[in-house]
């Protein structure tokens, strides 16, 4: 039998006084009843006269909840970035999350950071008002980065050699001169391949940008509306259940706006297969004799830089897709991406010391980018900073919750709720407007027409010089952080930033050309004493060097080599 309070409040208060006496609660009050003047029941009281079945909300209390949130919750999850024809797997993908938020945010945000880390070297690879054309090298390169971020959202398949893969990767994004099987002669056949794939991949990214505001912003009206009702009637158990699930659920349109940055393609197997064709044919052309001659010949390598190729002909330990899933915006466990271990080392050792104009510098750019970082770790690389962004995911759904954990304390219930509303407000205010300036920065880089992309990055170019005074207070926080702990490490440790900072002016007299300065190297130094530079390596013969002030270094014939030094390998 359903109970009915009312009928058993009545009974209680003025039923028999043996009853009243029996069962009147006389301990200790705290909360917002401590100074009323109130008759309370001990439970076993309200078991005995009002019974143990269950009382369910009359449906005009709950047809008000349903229509309030349920629905526009509802409007959100369908705006997620779920996959085509892929009914189980969107089933649990739901599941994830809706049941892991902490941990799908989380890889949404490193994502996000990774894909404007790539728009970041795009927008700093040209002086301030330089805007290159459409088969500029430039372009070349924001095509190259735009690949790398997509690849970014797919696993590597189990097993594969982690160094051999970034080498290989390195060659397929970046190199310039590798001719493909299919046109042997043609050395600009990859950079043609390229860009005819960033064309496709650029087509194919799924928009659907406006429905999901749309959808935001009507979640954000309901959520006024509860407020306003909340704080109007002020105690009642439903609007503060209202006002309570629009803030234990207000880190659900952070995230689904967070996917709209982070956004996955149309058809991810199909982007898949074209990402792995790409990733096989430059392997055929590797593995080809007189494909590999004509390169190393144009490139002034020798057989030893490619000497780690030995797995390359071996499917059973590098089989014939590199990527075998798509992984991104939280849909595997550990999802790192292989973005990050190729974008770390030549921003660490180059471009963060050359700064804006980083791709002045020709070929010694791209020969940074292409040989990389001496990292025996491969793709397996762990970065410390991605703890930034879980703790950023713990503030979005912690604020968002524990908005939602309103409480009677004795002061009141304003103060409380008043505190709550204030903490997933801020919560959501912060998230949103991230998630804006994410997706307004790094939108030249995805954009399909490139002279719209290069207005958007003049726009962005504009809103960042304009907005630099916010970031000084991190930017001197963080150096003087740097420098704090280089003094402590007496010098073994890096004393500046390792990461490439917005800047709208290039640097006078960059680091990197001070080096060659200092050591007085010419372009025709050899390859090993060249790389020093780049890579801290500490080769003592300086035979054949003189003295240059040449700040530009473009083309394959005034570096010899890219071999990289086994012993500095070694080291790490």
Not at 6 to 12: K, L, S, T, V
Not at 223 to 239: E, K, Y
Not at 381 to 397: N, T
Request: aromatic letters at 10%; proline letters at 4%; hydrophobic letters at 40%.
């Amino acid at each position: 039998m359903r109970p009915n309070f009312e009928a058993c409040g009545q009974e209680f208060i003025k039923g028999s006084k043996d009853v009243y006496s029996h069962y009147v609660y006389k301990g200790a009050v705290h909360g917002v009843l401590e100074s009323a003047d109130a008759s309370l029941i001990t439970v076993e009281g309200c078991r005995a006269l009002c019974g143990t079945g269950t009382a369910y909300y009359p449906w005009k209390d709950s047809s008000n909840s349903i229509t309030t949130w349920v629905l526009p919750i509802i409007g959100l999850l369908v705006q997620a970035p779920f996959e085509s024809n892929q009914a189980w797997r969107t089933m649990l993908l739901l599941a994830r999350w809706v049941g892991s938020p902490i941990a799908v945010l989380s890889y949404i945000l490193w994502n996000i950071k990774v894909t404007g880390k790539c728009a970041l070297m795009v927008d700093m690879a040209t002086k301030y008002d330089e805007y290159p054309a459409s088969d500029s090298d430039f372009a070349i390169m924001r095509d190259s980065l735009y690949i790398l971020a997509i690849m970014n959202q797919y696993s590597v398949s189990p097993g594969i050699p982690p160094v051999e893969a970034e080498r290989l990767l390195r060659l397929v994004l970046f190199s310039n001169l590798l001719p493909l099987p299919a046109s042997p002669n043609d050395p600009s056949s990859l950079v043609k391949r390229r860009t005819e794939l960033a064309s496709n991949l650029r087509e194919d990214r799924k928009k659907g940008v406006v429905p999901v505001f749309v959808s935001f912003l009507w979640f954000v009206f309901t959520l006024g509306l509860s407020i306003d009702l909340a704080f109007t009637d002020i105690g009642t158990n439903q609007t503060a259940h209202n006002l309570a699930i629009g803030f234990l659920m207000g880190w659900l349109p952070i995230l689904v706006l967070a996917s709209t940055v982070d956004r996955n393609l149309v058809s991810a197997d199909a982007i898949r297969t074209k990402l792995n064709r790409l990733i096989y044919d430059v392997r055929c052309a590797l593995l080809d004799p007189e494909i590999l001659s004509t390169y190393m010949h144009d490139t002034r390598t020798t057989p030893e830089d490619f000497s780690w190729m030995h797995t390359l002909g071996d499917m059973e330990l590098f089989p014939k897709d590199l990527f075998h899933d798509f992984g991104g915006q939280g849909r595997s466990h550990w999802h790192y991406g292989v973005a990050h271990p190729l974008l770390a080392g030549i921003e660490s050792k180059f471009m963060a010391e050359y700064g804006r104009d980083w791709l002045s510098q020709g070929y010694a750019a791209r020969l940074a980018i292409v040989v990389g970082s001496r990292n025996i770790n491969g793709l397996k690389m762990f970065d410390a900073r991605m703890i930034w962004q879980i703790l950023a995911s713990l503030f979005v759904i912690g604020g968002s919750v524990g908005g939602a954990y309103q409480y009677y304390a004795a002061h009141g219930v304003y103060l409380t709720w008043g505190i709550a509303t204030g903490l997933s407000l801020l919560v959501m205010s912060t998230g949103l407007a991230y998630i804006v300036f994410e997706y307004c920065t790094q939108s030249h880089l995805s954009t399909e027409n490139y002279d719209r992309a290069l207005t958007g990055l003049k726009h962005t170019r504009w809103f960042k010089k304009h907005t630099l005074f916010i970031r000084l207070i991190p930017d001197v926080i963080i150096n003087g952080g740097k420098l704090a702990w280089h003094k402590i490490r007496r010098g073994k440790s890096r004393r500046g930033r390792r990461s490439l900072v917005w800047a709208a002016t290039c640097k006078k007299n960059p680091p990197v050309i001070e080096a060659r300065k200092e050591q007085g190297l010419h372009m025709q130094g050899t390859e090993a004493q060249w790389k020093d530079v780049f890579f801290g390596g500490k080769h003592k013969s300086t035979g054949g060097l003189t003295s240059s002030n040449d700040r530009s270094l473009n083309t394959p014939d005034q570096v010899p080599s890219m071999r990289h030094d086994r012993a500095d390998l070694e080291k790490g």
